[in-house]
């Protein structure tokens, strides 16, 4: 209470308006922010959601078409039919050996092409004899449809018929190789497999990878999530099963992240074999991506939907690591990711299989839950995730849709910040009609106030200007009046005060009149380092003989005041002049390094101001100048007429230095160690010290 009575009438009447105004702003803008916010975090989140439950009934139904495919074509009397035939083509290529020749281009196929292709996606050398077929079926499967397949490796099953294959399996390849093509071009598969349920043999496969010919029980690719579902189909012999392989990193591929569909074939009552269908990663990661267009589908910059598997790592593609792969590298070792893994994902192209992602969406999601959450992503960024499970068979996967929190909550930043700018627009414009309210209602007497401090100040040409009839308005006039009295009378006494002052600096230096000024009449001084000029002007008196003394005074006085000129100049102060002598000091009342240099320019100046003298008068005059530098005492001399004066062996050498009729500029040798190179000098000399010792002494050319 205390500091509002202390306040003007103005500031009490602004701080009213701003109270009232400001505080109804706050409270709207902050009920207005809370609900936009809740209503854009909603939107968001209802997004991310929509996008999510989007793919995931999108890759449901997929799979769930490829259930029915897988079904359906085991069912076909089609596939029942090769399956017998290749099953006995196989069985009777157990007897069949190759040649050395031919056993020799076998092996440069692996040796020469398929491992050095596999080498670089693997973190080690992988080794020839895990990988070369065992059973005389197997080698001369391979031998035939691989090593002397002249189409390139992943193409060869553009090969129909081996032209040295005259067995019946190569009869029966003959005659279903190009409908399984029809088949797999017109659904969309990687490959097709055909595998032998007793002995686990696959006894046909369309693309003609390595697996072709070996055994998922015994043989190089038994341990991979193929061989695994295969097995678990054997066991279970259930008609119109089904089952899915995880994506996984199949080396037959070439270490890409492959996906299989499986379903048992049945010939009436007996399990004679299982159609295993490797699905197409490609097709599975457009459905995420939108085929590669994320911002189309409302997932912004930043966002993206990928898959988890139960290893909780990648089962799709990030969208970082095709949009900017330099920064996704780089977000990864930020987030800790580990050096061999980075190199994995570098020599295979594809993070699918290689990044975990651990976060608690993840793993709610492959608990069977979903939701919504902000957490840290797998390339170490905050992130708003939503989560939910996708099942098929006995897989469950994660599937997430996820946005970089800063994008997420951009549009709630954005629309706090117009609300922080409204508000303080209204702040302003409410704090403008106070101003300009309390302006007008104050206006008179704010320039009284005014014009009382001004005139307090010290400022006497004050006129307060109110306009209004009222009492502000007498108040006004009456102190105009009490101003105008006062301007005048001050007006006088500061001419009197600069006459005054005008005076006493024509006789003192101005250090003496500041010290009278400070109450020292005296105004005694030590002054430790000065120099002292003495100049005495050579034939004045003949000069006097020859015009007369009337004309002589006048030429002298206009002498001595060229000399004032010359020494205000060059910053000199004249002491006094009396008669034809000149008394001068320098570094007095203001401190000068270059005191000495300054007085013999001086000097200097001088004997010019003489010579130009001589030839407008028509006379012989000289001037006989001593300088001498060092301590003096310098002080006011009586009290009512009074003069200063400098006493002290400085002045008295400068003195000596001076005495005689020989026109000369005499200094010392303390002078002559100070005024550098600009003048030349001679001596030293002797001059007289008049009953002391002799003064040494230099002459300054001129």
């Not at 003949?542 to 000129?565: M, N, P, W």
């Amino acid at each position: 209470m205390l500091g509002l009575r202390r306040l003007s009438i103005q500031s009490k009447m602004i701080l009213l308006l701003l109270a009232v105004s400001l505080g109804s702003i706050a409270v709207i803008s902050g009920i207005g922010y809370r609900a936009a916010r809740q209503a854009l975090t909603a939107s968001v989140e209802n997004q991310l959601q929509g996008v999510r439950v989007a793919k995931t009934t999108t890759l449901t139904q997929m799979l769930g078409a490829l259930r029915d495919q897988a079904i359906l074509m085991s069912d076909s009397r089609m596939i029942v039919d090769a399956m017998l035939a290749f099953d006995r083509g196989y069985r009777e290529l157990s007897s069949k050996s190759l040649s050395p020749d031919e056993q020799e281009q076998l092996k440069k196929f692996y040796q020469g092409d398929f491992l050095p292709r596999l080498a670089p996606q693997l973190e080690g050398e992988p080794v020839l004899e895990q990988y070369l077929p065992t059973s005389p079926a197997e080698r001369y499967l391979q031998y035939q449809y691989i090593a002397a397949n002249p189409h390139p490796y992943l193409q060869k099953q553009d090969l129909a018929h081996a032209t040295k294959d005259d067995t019946l399996y190569g009869q029966t390849h003959a005659k279903f190789h190009p409908f399984f093509a029809r088949a797999v071009k017109i659904f969309g598969f990687e490959d097709m497999l055909l595998v032998d349920p007793e002995t686990l043999d696959i006894v046909y496969s369309y693309q003609k990878t390595t697996e072709f010919g070996s055994n998922l029980r015994t043989g190089p690719y038994a341990n991979t999530n193929l061989g695994e579902r295969v097995r678990a189909i054997r066991a279970a012999r259930d008609r119109d099963d089904f089952k899915i392989a995880d994506f996984e990193s199949f080396r037959p591929s070439l270490g890409s992240s492959m996906g299989f569909a499986m379903s048992p074939i049945f010939d009436g009552p007996t399990m004679i074999g299982v159609l295993v269908l490797q699905f197409p990663v490609e097709l599975f990661n457009r459905v995420l991506t939108g085929d590669y267009n994320w911002k189309n589908e409302g997932l912004g910059e930043t966002g993206e939907c990928f898959v988890v598997g139960p290893d909780k790592t990648l089962r799709s593609r990030s969208r970082f690591m095709r949009t900017d792969p330099q920064g996704f590298f780089e977000s990864l070792r930020a987030a800790g990711v580990s050096v061999k893994t980075i190199a994995a994902i570098e020599r295979q192209g594809s993070a699918m299989n290689l990044v975990s992602v651990s976060s608690p969406g993840v793993e709610k999601a492959l608990r069977g839950q979903s939701g919504l959450e902000v957490a840290t992503d797998y390339r170490g960024k905050r992130v708003l995730s939503a989560y939910g499970p996708l099942e098929v068979d006995s897989l469950r996967w994660a599937v997430i849709a996820e946005m970089d929190e800063d994008e997420a909550t951009a549009p709630i930043r954005q629309f706090g910040r117009l609300v922080v700018i409204a508000s303080c627009a209204m702040a302003l414009l409410v704090s403008l009609l106070a101003l300009v309210s309390s302006h007008v209602l104050t206006r008179p007497l704010r320039a009284l106030t005014e014009g009382a401090r001004r005139l307090g100040a010290g400022q006497t040409d004050v006129k307060v200007n109110v306009r209004s009839r009222d009492e502000f308005g007498e108040l006004g006039a009456v102190f105009n009046e009490m101003a105008d009295s006062i301007r005048t009378q001050t007006d006088r006494l500061e001419e009197q005060v600069n006459k005054n002052q005008e005076l006493l600096l024509s006789i003192l230096p101005a250090s003496a009149v500041a010290q009278r000024q400070e109450g020292d009449e005296r105004a005694s001084r030590e002054f430790s380092d000065v120099s002292v000029l003495f100049c005495d002007i050579i034939g004045m008196e003949e000069f006097s003989d020859r015009v007369s003394d009337a004309k002589a005074l006048a030429a002298l006085g206009d002498l001595i005041a060229t000399f004032d000129d010359a020494a205000e100049k060059l910053a000199i102060e004249k002491v006094r002049s009396i008669g034809a002598s000149y008394l001068a000091v320098c570094g007095l009342s203001v401190v000068r390094p270059d005191h000495a240099h300054r007085m013999v320019q001086f000097a200097s100046e001088l004997v010019r101001i003489v010579s130009m003298f001589n030839r407008e008068q028509k006379a012989e005059l000289s001037v006989a100048v001593g300088i001498n530098s060092g301590p003096v005492v310098g002080g006011v001399v009586g009290r009512r007429k009074f003069l200063y004066d400098l006493w002290g062996d400085t002045v008295t050498i400068a003195k000596k230095l001076a005495a005689g009729k020989e026109a000369a500029i005499r200094i010392t040798e303390g002078v002559r160690s100070r005024m550098g190179d600009e003048f030349s000098c001679s001596g030293p000399i002797q001059v007289d010290g008049e009953g002391k010792p002799a003064i040494e002494a230099w002459q300054v050319a001129v």
